[in-house]
């Protein structure tokens, strides 16, 4: 049966959290994921919404989805794609959901006239980064990813307040 890629709906708000929590499991930090909800519907169904979500369905469940966020390239003067998560249900691996939901977003790239799709893989996902290779996608080696949060955050921020 084929993949059907859709934009998400707010029914499907509990099995994209379920999906983020289990993928947040299999990235060894489960309790560094506080999503419920009530934030990601906020989020998706905002009135100018910055986070959008794919789903992706087999015989009429859903198999996998995409949750991403618009970028914006000073290179290249327009718009791109993050995407944030990539998850696909265990059941429903090796029947080209993840394909059909890059395909996807890919597709949103083009017809927007946006110029990338870009995402981050942890360097130890050895079947993610196998898969990855097969889309012509390139690592971005010679970048490093920088957060602040929690505490450094506040430290930051009072920072700016002070000066």
Request: overall charge negative.
């Given at each position: 049966?084929?993949?059907?890629?859709?934009?998400?709906?707010?029914?499907?708000?509990?099995?994209?959290?379920?999906?983020?929590?289990?993928?947040?499991?299999?990235?060894?930090?489960?309790?560094?994921?506080?999503?419920?909800?009530?934030?990601?519907?906020?989020?998706?169904?905002?009135?100018?919404?910055?986070?959008?979500?794919?789903?992706?369905?087999?015989?009429?469940?859903?198999?996998?989805?995409?949750?991403?966020?618009?970028?914006?390239?000073?290179?290249?003067?327009?718009?791109?794609?993050?995407?944030?998560?990539?998850?696909?249900?265990?059941?429903?691996?090796?029947?080209?959901?993840?394909?059909?939901?890059?395909?996807?977003?890919?597709?949103?790239?083009?017809?927007?006239?946006?110029?990338?799709?870009?995402?981050?893989?942890?360097?130890?996902?050895?079947?993610?980064l196998d898969f990855y290779a097969t889309?012509?996608?390139?690592?971005?080696?010679?970048?490093?990813?920088?957060?602040?949060?929690?505490?450094?955050?506040?430290?930051?921020?009072?920072?700016?307040?002070?000066?």
């Amino acid at each position: 049966m084929p993949v059907t890629i859709r934009p998400a709906e707010p029914a499907d708000v509990p099995t994209l959290v379920r999906f983020v929590h289990e993928l947040a499991a299999y990235e060894r930090e489960p309790e560094s994921c506080l999503l419920t909800d009530v934030l990601l519907h906020d989020a998706l169904f905002a009135p100018a919404p910055a986070v959008f979500a794919t789903v992706a369905e087999l015989d009429g469940a859903p198999a996998g989805a995409a949750i991403w966020f618009r970028t914006y390239s000073t290179w290249t003067g327009v718009h791109g794609i993050h995407l944030e998560d990539l998850y696909v249900d265990p059941a429903h691996r090796r029947h080209g959901v993840a394909r059909a939901l890059l395909a996807d977003l890919a597709r949103t790239c083009l017809d927007r006239g946006w110029a990338r799709l870009e995402w981050a893989v942890l360097d130890w996902n050895t079947p993610a980064l196998d898969f990855y290779a097969t889309l012509a996608s390139e690592p971005l080696d010679g970048w490093t990813t920088h957060r602040v949060d929690g505490e450094a955050l506040v430290g930051l921020a009072e920072q700016a307040a002070r000066d």
